[in-house]
């Protein structure tokens, strides 16, 4: 569909001006004609994005589409499914409506496929930087069953789940992040201007300084000498640091290190063990099959590590394993959840023993987050002492020493 710009005078002979999405030309006719409007000319507005290649389109859009996009395009699929609208013209109320416009960009292209017969999950497919795999395949399982309003209604509440999950895990380490920040601009500022004052009197008065003295004068012109080529270094091991963990092997290894971090490596390991639950839950529900909902959710778990374990247990479930056993080899469940697995399984609802195991993970997270501060606070408030007492031996021991050496004896 293309957008036109119309131009018609009403009934009363007044000028008309507008644009409107339509297939054809001839179409906007009509409807100008049926709203009591004469045309007097319609012509295709330019698309701005003509000529530019499919990729390039795509990829300006990323960024554009964040995970509240996603949440309210599901709960407005979702309501309008459940009122009957069909699902073109859910898609073009949604394309008027909303404020963005690469989610409008988004909503035209689907129109255009559904117009060619293609399946709504098969649109949503071709757009993976807003649906993931997951979401998609969610999608189909509705359509096969006829329950795509029950579909979109729970994918409606993963999405929920995940980005208070996220909001958790963003909020536990803003505090330690920011206390970080503030040390190193501190430490930063006493060696650009602290530090260099008191070596210019030490350098007057011809006495053996300490060694820790020394190291700090030292560090200091080291940093004011070649500052340029720290900073260069520091944006090469960045960067370098964004290849590795981006690469499979890189990412790996990080995401398994921060499970291992104190305090926070808590925190991330129920909020991934949270989000495998509630999502093998959801698909498993929603009549995906076993070995497909592990292979769905280890891609939407946020943790290379855990997703090697899922895949694991998928690999077990394939073989006919129960799913017991198979988390049980996985090594990533407390006794507790594993009970509470084996009570699902000897009841047939493995889903809602998944979903409590869940719910009780991330009042666990929410538990932790409030209580990060407290715990935190004490090492960090221990590593700002030792630097504060370093910087205070180093420069003024010399003083007290010189000091010494003044009295009369």
Excluded at 30 to 52: F, H
Excluded at 101 to 108: N, Y
Excluded at 338 to 355: K, P, W, Y
Aim: positive net charge.
């Amino acid at each position: 569909m293309d957008n036109y710009r119309y131009t018609g005078r009403n009934q009363r002979g007044e000028l008309m001006r507008g644009s409107i999405e339509s297939a054809t030309p001839e179409a906007v006719a009509a409807w100008l004609m049926s709203t009591g409007i004469a045309p007097i000319s319609i012509t295709v507005e330019p698309d701005k994005l003509a000529g530019q290649p499919e990729w390039l389109r795509r990829l300006q859009r990323i960024g554009a589409l964040k995970q509240d996009d996603l949440l309210l395009l599901t709960r407005q699929l979702g309501t309008m499914v459940r009122a009957g609208i069909p699902t073109m013209q859910a898609l073009a109320s949604i394309q008027r409506s909303t404020g963005n416009k690469a989610l409008a960009e988004v909503m035209r292209d689907m129109r255009t496929d559904l117009d060619k017969g293609v399946d709504l999950s098969t649109a949503m497919s071709r757009h993976p930087q807003l649906f993931n795999d997951y979401y998609v395949n969610m999608v189909r399982v509705g359509e096969n069953s006829g329950q795509l309003e029950e579909i979109f209604l729970r994918l409606f509440k993963q999405i929920e789940f995940e980005k208070n999950m996220r909001n958790k895990i963003k909020s536990a380490l803003r505090y330690p992040s920011f206390v970080m920040v503030a040390i190193a601009a501190a430490i930063a500022t006493v060696a650009v201007f602290v530090i260099p004052t008191f070596a210019n009197l030490f350098k007057s008065i011809k006495v053996e300084l300490p060694l820790l003295t020394r190291i700090l004068l030292g560090t200091s012109d080291f940093a004011l000498k070649y500052w340029l080529l720290i900073v260069a270094a520091m944006a090469i091991t960045y960067y370098a640091a964004k290849l590795f963990v981006a690469s499979e092997k890189g990412g790996y290894a990080w995401d398994r290190f921060k499970l291992r971090l104190p305090i926070i490596g808590s925190i991330l390991k129920k909020a991934a063990l949270a989000r495998f639950c509630r999502s093998f839950a959801t698909a498993s529900r929603s009549g995906v099959p076993l070995v497909q909902a592990f292979t769905l959710v280890a891609r939407v778990v946020d943790n290379a590590f855990y997703a090697d374990r899922i895949l694991t247990m998928r690999e077990g479930v394939a073989r006919g394993e129960s799913i017991l056993r198979v988390a049980r080899t996985a090594e990533i469940f407390s006794p507790l959840e594993l009970q509470m697995i084996a009570v699902g399984e000897e009841t047939g609802d493995i889903e809602g023993m998944l979903t409590q195991v869940a719910d009780v993970y991330q009042g666990e997270v929410e538990y932790e987050v409030a209580r990060l501060g407290d715990a935190i606070e004490p090492i960090l408030l221990a590593f700002m002492g030792v630097l504060v007492g370093i910087l205070l031996l180093g420069i003024f021991q010399p003083l007290w020493e010189m000091t010494q050496l003044a009295r009369p004896r």
